[in-house]
């Protein structure tokens, strides 16, 4: 349940303006009702310097605010985040604000303010009603943006008593992913069995058939003839593996001194993702180790696993990933990796040893 905290703001000269209100209520009224005394001037004044601010409060405990969920995005990608605003009250609120802000790196499209990290948007909504918000964001840099505090504002028809209600949200975030580079990966998957060629693959059990999936140029002994004359469309089996491939991929974002961040730490970390969604596309188990320092493991640690869960974790891993964080020495890192209870079957991948060698590191 979201926690929420209202404030009253009063501006200095809201006596005057009170007065001025009701001097113009007072003989707007009071013209129509041909009223002229000073009994239905202090009325007018009572009604709206002392009312006004209660009902501003009351209504705003009669509004809710909540964000749909997290979201997950690519550099340079846009999404939208949908915000939920409730008024339980009788009343319309005809003029109100929610001001939601990020840190650098989130720019919101069409919003109210000069920073474009900060979304403003005026809204409407009538008495009972509930009403969800699309908001319209480009994601500019990787990062994982908490999105835990928003602020609804509030004022009376002549804008002199202001009411702010601080929503203390559950958390979402907006996780923004690196990018993904284009190269095609040359992974080792090639082993000799013998001097013997063999018809059978020794990586798939082709008596187990566990389904089928659209055609990728397979060998035209896999498709599923049943299928395409059904469908009308190529489809391919899938057959069980019988050797499993597993990697632990090693990513190392240390200078040589073993103390400060590498320069193009940013381009290693494309590189990183990259390969991990490589790897889930192949459907093989990967872990991945970080020398960035954590209590519990000493590095950042994604034990072995697969699937698309497993493939996200490992994304938020690389989208969390900050200059300022704690670094591991490069000496110290790697020893611990060799003390680790990794798979011994795994093959490790070291992301700048491996990208240098394929030559495709910039200069």
């Not at 705003?60 to 009250?89: M, T, W």
């Not at 990020?102 to 509930?130: A, C, D, F, P």
Request: with cysteine.
């Amino acid at each position: 349940m979201n926690e929420k905290e209202v404030f009253l703001h009063t501006p200095v000269y809201y006596r005057k303006g009170v007065l001025i209100v009701s001097l113009i209520l007072f003989i707007v009224f009071g013209f129509f009702s041909q009223l002229w005394s000073f009994v239905y001037f202090l009325l007018c004044y009572i009604l709206f310097g002392l009312l006004s601010p209660r009902i501003l409060l009351f209504v705003a405990h009669q509004i809710h605010l909540n964000i749909d969920k997290s979201i997950r995005c690519l550099e340079g990608q846009q999404k939208f985040l949908n915000l939920i605003v409730e008024n339980h009250s009788v009343l319309p609120l005809d003029s109100c604000t929610i001001t939601l802000s990020t840190k650098e790196g989130i720019t919101w499209e069409s919003s109210n303010s000069r920073e474009t990290n900060l979304l403003k948007k005026h809204v409407r909504l009538k008495k009972q009603e509930k009403r969800i918000f699309s908001c319209k964001f480009q994601a500019i840099k990787r990062g994982k943006y908490v999105l835990s505090k928003a602020t609804i504002s509030l004022s009376d028809p002549f804008g002199i008593f202001e009411v702010s209600i601080v929503y203390h949200l559950l958390p979402r975030h907006i996780v923004v992913y690196p990018t993904f580079l284009q190269d095609s990966f040359t992974l080792p998957e090639t082993f000799y069995f013998g001097e013997r060629s063999s018809k059978i693959s020794p990586f798939l059990d082709e008596t187990t058939l566990i389904g089928v999936k659209t055609y990728e140029h397979e060998p035209q002994k896999y498709i599923y003839w049943p299928g395409v004359a059904k469908t009308g469309t190529l489809q391919t089996k899938v057959f069980a593996r019988s050797s499993l491939y597993e990697y632990i991929v090693i990513l190392d974002l240390t200078s040589k001194d073993g103390y400060a961040i590498r320069s193009d730490y940013e381009y290693l970390i494309s590189v990183t993702a990259t390969l991990i969604n490589h790897l889930t596309e192949k459907g093989y188990r990967f872990g991945l180790f970080v020398n960035r320092f954590n209590v519990k493991h000493g590095v950042t640690f994604l034990p072995l696993g697969e699937g698309r869960k497993h493939y996200w974790n490992a994304l938020e891993i690389l989208s969390s990933l900050k200059e300022e964080d704690q670094w591991v020495q490069s000496v110290i890192f790697h020893k611990m990796i060799q003390r680790h209870s990794v798979s011994a079957y795994a093959r490790k991948i070291y992301v700048t040893e491996w990208y240098q060698y394929e030559k495709r590191m910039p200069s």
